[in-house]
């Protein structure tokens, strides 16, 4: 199949670091990414990882990738009340982007 | 920079009745796709365009036509709407050619079907 899943919460205190978590299926994937979707709002992509890389940082983001074990995470360091949306994981086998697949996406909370 | 424009972004039926999503985008993409959100399910293809004039199934199509008789422009339509097309409707574009794959999306229209 072409799962992407991810866990559906995660709550940090302000000022914590967040790690978000995602296990994808599709050994042939070529990009890897995160997007952000706050509340009313469409997705943004946030930040993304090909699939030759295992980790790419990008200020307070760093994204980790394990193709062996085929996981995926995103870290944000001193996370914020800002960062409060949803996360969601994807992964393509192209760049045509009816070839991607999402996962349900990780809510996180951040408590002040 | 408008981006990817969608109407309406709200919007009610009685089940039966019909209606058109438009999006439009002003980026030159060549691409377009429609999405439905639902919780805890994410976002799933419905269908998608690689080009004017061209549509193809994508996850879920049924119960769904598109259209792009202009490249800026994807209709989305529900000729017979049902509740279970309840849903979060998010368009989105990506331009041609060998890219990041980077989906631009719209803000959505939630939909309700009674």
């Known amino acids: 199949g072409e799962d992407v899943e991810q866990s559906l919460f995660l709550s940090v205190r302000e000022g914590d670091s967040s790690v978000i978590n995602c296990t994808y299926t599709?050994?042939?994937?070529?990009?890897l990414y995160w997007y952000k979707q706050e509340p009313g709002a469409g997705l943004q992509l946030l930040t993304y990882?090909?699939?030759?890389?295992d980790m790419k940082q990008d200020q307070r983001l760093t994204v980790l990738l394990n193709k062996k074990d085929k996981h995926l995470s995103l870290r944000i360091a001193d996370t914020q009340t800002g960062d409060s949306a949803i996360y969601f994981c994807?992964?393509?086998?192209?760049?045509?982007?009816?070839?991607?697949?999402f996962g349900a996406g990780t809510r996180l909370f951040v408590k002040a | 920079n408008a981006g990817v424009t969608q109407t309406p972004k709200f919007r009610v039926l009685k089940t039966g009745q019909s209606m058109t999503l438009l999006c439009a985008q002003d980026?030159?993409?060549?691409?377009m796709y429609w999405y439905r959100q639902d919780p805890g399910m994410g976002l799933r293809l419905i269908h998608y365009?690689?080009?004017?004039?061209?549509?193809a199934k994508g996850e879920v199509p049924d119960g769904y036509n598109v259209s792009r008789l202009k490249k800026q422009n994807f209709l989305l339509g529900l000729e017979s709407a049902a509740p279970s097309q309840t849903s979060v409707y998010f368009c989105?574009?990506?331009?041609?050619?060998?890219?990041?794959?980077?989906?631009?999306f719209g803000e959505g229209s939630r939909l309700t079907v009674l």
């Open positions: 989105a574009s990506t331009p041609g050619g060998p890219n990041t794959g980077e989906l631009f």
């Open positions: 599709d050994s042939s994937s070529t990009y």
């Open positions: 990882i090909f699939s030759n890389m």
């Open positions: 994807a992964e393509s086998r192209g760049t045509g982007g009816f070839k991607t697949i």
């Open positions: 980026m030159n993409h060549e691409y």
């Open positions: 365009s690689v080009g004017e004039g061209t549509t």
